[in-house]
Each structure stands twice: as C-alpha cells, then as structure tokens.
C-alpha cells in the first residue's frame, strides 16, 4: 500500500486522485498528516497541489455525479475526519473505473461518504442557528465559533445573502480562521488572540446593553411549566452555550 500525503486542502485532495491514475498506483491511504509512520506502508508519495489536475478530476467527477453528490464529497472532506480523505479517493475510483452511481448505495464508501456529508450538514444547519453576532468598536457584527467540523465554507453565502449590508466576520477558534465580509465579497481571514481570548474593549459600548435585552427577552418569553429539557438539549446540545448570548448569566 501507498501513502499519499497532501497539503491538506480540497485541490490537494483532488490531485491525489489525479496521481492515482497518472502513476497507475494500487491500494492508497491519504492523509495530510505528515507525521504518519512511513514504516506501516509499502511506500510514501508526496502530493504536490497543481491547479490544473484538480480542474481536471473536478470536472471528471461533475460529468459523472449530481451536484448533491459532488458536495456529499466535499462535505466529507470538511468533515476533517482521519478516514476521510481515503474514503473520498476510493469513492472517485470507483466512479471513473467501475462506473459506481450515486444511488449505489451497497458500496460500502458511497454510503459512508453519505453518511458523513449529514453530519458535516446538520452541523451546518446549526451554525446558521446559533451564531451571534456581537457589535464591535468599528461596527463590525463579529461572531465566534467551534463547530465540530470546518463548516465556514458551507455557510458564508447564507450570511452574505442574510446580512449584505453589514460588515461581519464569522471567525472559527477551533480552527484558527474565519471570513470576513466588506458588503462587497467574503473573503478568509486569520488573527490571533492574546490568551485566546476577545478583548471586550474591541465591542461597541451599546452591545452590553443589547445583550442584556436578549437575555431578558428570552427569560420573559420561557415558561417553566412548559420547560423539556431533554428536547431542549437535543435540539440546543450544551457544548453550543457558551457562544449563545441568551445563555450567558449576567
């Protein structure tokens, strides 16, 4: 067996897939941990990122799926799960040399790689849920998150379409990443903090203010005979709180 390591990035991913027929490799395992035991696989190949093979197995893959199918595939990417970038490889093969369908669901990686673009999609659906944007200084609505898979890219055009005419940034601490939006384009951004946290001088004056009328707001409309917290819980899961204002004590 191959080890193929990439850069780590979707092009990286795809050009992986290029190298697999171009150097007519057998069994491959892919990762973009650099730091795998060499010794554990037959041999090493670096992956080196080239624009126009990853156009190239794109444009491959678009001919022979939908485009749901096509981003199942790059949901499981974003998953960042170890198994995922082989999965998604052996997936490919099988599409361009045994004709694989999208709706062949007895293959054991079609289904997996489904499986897993759910999940990456449920967490999604939350993030467009639960982040909250705080005022700062230069009014700009900034928002923090640590969502269980690297969801940014999935979300950003639902935000620029909701919020076009404010400025805001989306920043992911898990991953040390955001975007960032100038009411013209979204673009990705990085910044560190001091101590890993948001100075609270950055926020406006008024935002103090704000998040307590929401805090009050939600503590006016909840009805305690009303309250079910194992629902609660299914639908808002605890490790979400701390990024929910509502959920924030004074």
Same mark, same amino acid.
């Given at each position: 067996? @191959? $080890?193929? %390591?990439?850069?780590?990035?979707?092009?990286?991913?795809?050009?992986?897939?290029?190298?697999?027929? #171009?150097?007519?490799?057998?069994?491959? &395992?892919?990762?973009?941990?650099?730091?795998?035991?060499? #010794?554990?696989?037959?041999?090493?190949?670096?992956?080196?990122?080239?624009?126009?093979?990853?156009?190239?197995?794109?444009?491959?893959?678009?001919?022979?799926?939908?485009?749901?199918?096509?981003? #199942?595939?790059?949901?499981?990417? $974003?998953?960042?799960?170890?198994?995922?970038?082989?999965?998604?490889?052996?997936?490919?093969?099988?599409?361009?040399?045994?004709?694989? @369908?999208?709706?062949?669901?007895?293959?054991?990686?079609?289904?997996?790689? %489904?499986?897993?673009?759910? *999940?990456?999609?449920?967490?999604?659906?939350? *993030?467009?849920?639960?982040?909250?944007? !705080?005022?700062?200084?230069?009014?700009?609505?900034?928002?923090?998150?640590?969502?269980?898979?690297?969801?940014?890219?999935? =979300?950003?055009?639902?935000?620029?379409?909701?919020?076009?005419?404010?400025?805001?940034?989306?920043?992911?601490?898990?991953?040390?990443?955001?975007?960032?939006?100038?009411?013209?384009?979204?673009?990705?951004? !990085?910044? @560190?903090?001091?101590?890993?946290?948001?100075?609270?001088?950055?926020?406006?004056?008024?935002?103090?203010?704000?998040?307590? *009328?929401?805090?009050?707001?939600?503590?006016?409309?909840? =009805?305690?005979?009303?309250?079910? %917290?194992?629902?609660? $819980?299914?639908?808002?899961?605890?490790?979400?709180?701390?990024?929910?204002?509502?959920? !924030?004590? &004074?």
């Amino acid at each position: 067996m @191959t $080890l193929l %390591t990439f850069d780590g990035s979707w092009y990286g991913l795809l050009c992986c897939i290029f190298d697999v027929y #171009d150097y007519k490799l057998g069994a491959v &395992y892919v990762s973009a941990d650099t730091h795998n035991q060499t #010794d554990a696989f037959g041999s090493e190949r670096i992956v080196y990122t080239d624009p126009e093979h990853a156009a190239r197995v794109s444009k491959g893959l678009a001919g022979k799926l939908s485009a749901k199918a096509m981003g #199942d595939l790059y949901a499981c990417f $974003l998953s960042e799960l170890p198994e995922a970038p082989s999965l998604i490889v052996r997936y490919a093969r099988a599409v361009f040399s045994n004709g694989l @369908t999208e709706n062949a669901f007895g293959n054991a990686d079609l289904l997996k790689v %489904t499986q897993i673009a759910k *999940m990456v999609s449920r967490e999604r659906h939350r *993030m467009k849920a639960f982040i909250r944007f !705080q005022l700062t200084s230069d009014n700009i609505f900034f928002a923090e998150i640590e969502p269980d898979f690297n969801v940014i890219p999935l =979300i950003a055009g639902h935000f620029k379409g909701r919020y076009a005419d404010q400025e805001w940034i989306i920043y992911d601490k898990r991953r040390k990443y955001g975007i960032y939006y100038d009411l013209q384009k979204v673009e990705e951004v !990085q910044f @560190t903090f001091s101590e890993g946290k948001i100075n609270s001088n950055v926020f406006a004056e008024s935002e103090a203010l704000y998040q307590n *009328m929401w805090k009050d707001y939600f503590k006016h409309v909840s =009805i305690d005979s009303r309250k079910n %917290t194992a629902l609660h $819980l299914r639908h808002v899961p605890k490790r979400y709180w701390k990024h929910l204002i509502e959920k !924030q004590v &004074y």
